[in-house]
């Protein structure tokens, strides 16, 4: 444990500055300690992620690429940047973030089964090769991986190894609970602001608290919050567009979901016109970094945005027609969508998945299995909304304190009520699984909330209501701290690694050692002996089974040192 506490503590030091870096160069040189230092840990994930995927089309990310990535940001802060306060500041914050990082990580697992299957396949795979073309006819999850394995693959390195890549995951989530805690307390927030981080912050602390359920879904989620928080924060209109622009974009490269995100800054754009708002380094920037995402799954799948039919290219000859095959976009598009909808869990018969999507065939199987599941997730949030709204409306009613100065609600919250609510109606009818859009639901609850509430006597009295504030969040960290230690006894007693098992779904946490399927004396591929990949010899996938297809059929091209996965009967 005191590994992980070194390697976050590390790690966390490294993204703060990187998050410098890239606000320093593309927003403002202004940048004050006083200011939330926690949302830097997002603002350095972004830029590493870029910096990541650039690399990939030309290199690997080999351990020695990612040790001169780790130490660059050091080099530049200490030559060239040097600022003492910003230092302590950020050594400062490391450590409680470290702690909670350990907290939050330790003998716990990865999200499953995602991570064995693609999760950590596609970060070793990364780590071993520069871009594979058509990658995703091996596995048709490499399709649409996220943004964020890019971020995961670059801290293995030569300081962390392969446990590193477990640490980014555990750190953007530590970073975004302080980054609320900051905001609830500053005095420069209006209250009603206040109640909706304090809102989102509750429904963090009582459903994303373990990092086994974060998977690909938790990072996505929590920046829609973040880009909720900062788009109805009292900023300048300038610096709003700036910080909507750039989650938006980060939240679209980590799940295409919640791509309604993106329509956020046009708004603010459209709203109030300046040729800056447009053309900025943010902008050149988030532009460029989606342009090379869309390229680079262009690449493996054929699709922009697989597996949306749409957006896919069919004559590239790496583009998969078969229909038959699961890389193929429109089999894979109705199987991922029949399956959020819960088709595995139909009675009798099974519906094939375009029939079973259709006609809301689907609601009364769903109704049963994955939103019971919803149902009872989202059952002790509600209750304590529900008492907190009975709290402030007794309070209300028997105090004898003078009505207070009412709130005027702005527009921005009527359009990210609207925003929201239209993304919830689209995660319900096209993706019903709570991991894929709870921040839709979420945000519009927190907005309704904060705007029936602003205007309560007990949250106008700002000791009363900071105080109330205080007290609950200590209650709710202390709970999920006793959790989170019982977790940590009982894996002691267990006498198991404490690091997250990144190889195989076992309790010793060694390398897996796979099939490799070859065409000739060519190895196209590693195949799991028993269950999913996880990280192991790459590219590597579990799909394979001798009749998905021949060998016979699948070429593996060298074009200039790329490697390119493709079916040769491709025409049906």
């Keep these: 444990m005191l590994e992980i506490f070194f390697y976050s503590f590390l790690s966390s030091l490294h993204i703060y500055l990187c998050g410098y870096l890239f606000y320093y160069f593309s927003i403002s040189k202004e940048i004050s300690i006083k200011h939330n230092i926690f949302e830097l840990a997002f603002y350095g994930a972004f830029l590493l992620c870029l910096i990541a995927l650039f690399l990939n089309f030309f290199i690997s990310l080999n351990k020695m690429v990612n040790t001169f990535i780790f130490l660059i940001p050091f080099i530049i802060f200490f030559t060239f940047l040097f600022n003492k306060n910003f230092l302590i500041k950020i050594l400062t914050y490391s450590i409680p973030i470290s702690i909670l990082c350990v907290l939050t990580i330790s003998f716990d697992g990865t999200y499953r089964p995602d991570a064995?299957?693609?999760?950590?396949?596609?970060i070793s795979i990364l780590n071993e090769n520069k871009l594979l073309i058509g990658i995703n006819n091996i596995h048709y999850r490499f399709g649409h991986t996220s943004i964020f394995q890019y971020l995961s693959s670059i801290y293995n390195n030569y300081i962390f190894n392969e446990k590193g890549i477990s640490i980014p995951l555990c750190l953007f989530f530590c970073n975004f609970i302080a980054y609320c805690l900051y905001e609830l307390k500053i005095s420069e927030n209006n209250r009603h602001v206040k109640i909706l981080i304090f809102i989102i912050f509750i429904f963090t602390i009582f459903r994303v608290n373990r990092y086994s359920d974060f998977g690909n879904d938790a990072p996505a989620n929590l920046l829609f919050f973040y880009l909720i928080i900062e788009t109805l924060k009292d900023n300048k209109n300038f610096l709003k567009i700036q910080k909507t622009i750039f989650a938006s974009i980060f939240i679209f490269l980590n799940k295409i979901t919640l791509l309604l995100a993106l329509f956020i800054p046009i708004y603010?754009?459209?709203?109030?016109?300046?040729?800056?708002?447009?053309?900025?380094?943010?902008?050149?920037?988030?532009l460029f970094f989606l342009s090379i995402y869309l390229g680079k799954n262009i690449l493996i799948s054929g699709c922009a945005m697989f597996p949306v039919e749409q957006t896919c290219i069919e004559n590239l000859y790496w583009y998969d027609k078969d229909s038959n095959r699961a890389s193929n976009a429109i089999n894979a598009r109705l199987e991922n969508e029949a399956w959020t909808k819960g088709w595995v869990n139909q009675i009798g018969k099974k519906e094939n998945y375009r029939n079973y999507n259709s006609n809301f065939?689907?609601?009364?199987?769903?109704?049963?299995?994955?939103?019971?599941?919803?149902?009872?997730?989202?059952?002790?949030?509600?209750?304590?909304?529900?008492?907190?709204?009975?709290?402030l409306k007794i309070y209300d009613y028997r105090t004898n304190l003078p009505s207070v100065i009412k709130i005027k609600i702005e527009n921005h919250y009527y359009f990210c009520l609207f925003l929201c609510i239209c993304g919830s109606l689209l995660w319900f009818l096209k993706f019903p699984v709570f991991r894929y859009g709870y921040s839709y639901l979420i945000s519009s609850i927190a907005i309704i909330f904060t705007m029936y509430l602003k205007n309560s006597k007990l949250i106008a009295n700002q000791l009363i209501f900071n105080n109330?504030?205080?007290?609950?969040?200590?209650?709710?960290?202390?709970?999920?701290?006793?959790?989170?230690?019982?977790?940590?006894?009982?894996?002691?007693?267990?006498e198991i690694d404490p690091w997250p098992n990144i190889y195989n779904d076992g309790k010793i946490n060694s390398k897996k050692k796979n099939i490799n399927i070859k065409k000739g004396k060519t190895t196209l591929f590693y195949k799991s002996k028993i269950g999913e990949c996880y990280y192991s010899k790459s590219p590597c996938t579990h799909y394979f089974n001798g009749n998905d297809f021949n060998l016979d059929e699948i070429n593996l091209d060298n074009f200039y040192g790329y490697k390119i996965y493709y079916f040769k009967k491709n025409e049906l």
């Design 468 to 494: 109330s504030i205080n007290y609950i969040i200590i209650i709710l960290i202390f709970g999920i701290t006793v959790k989170n230690s019982n977790r940590i006894y009982n894996g002691f007693i267990d």
């Design 116 to 122: 064995g299957s693609y999760h950590l396949p596609y």
């Design 361 to 391: 065939v689907w609601i009364k199987t769903w109704t049963i299995s994955e939103g019971k599941t919803i149902t009872k997730k989202l059952t002790p949030f509600l209750i304590f909304l529900l008492l907190l709204f009975i709290v």
């Design 268 to 286: 603010l754009i459209v709203r109030k016109f300046e040729f800056k708002n447009i053309f900025n380094k943010i902008s050149f920037i988030s």
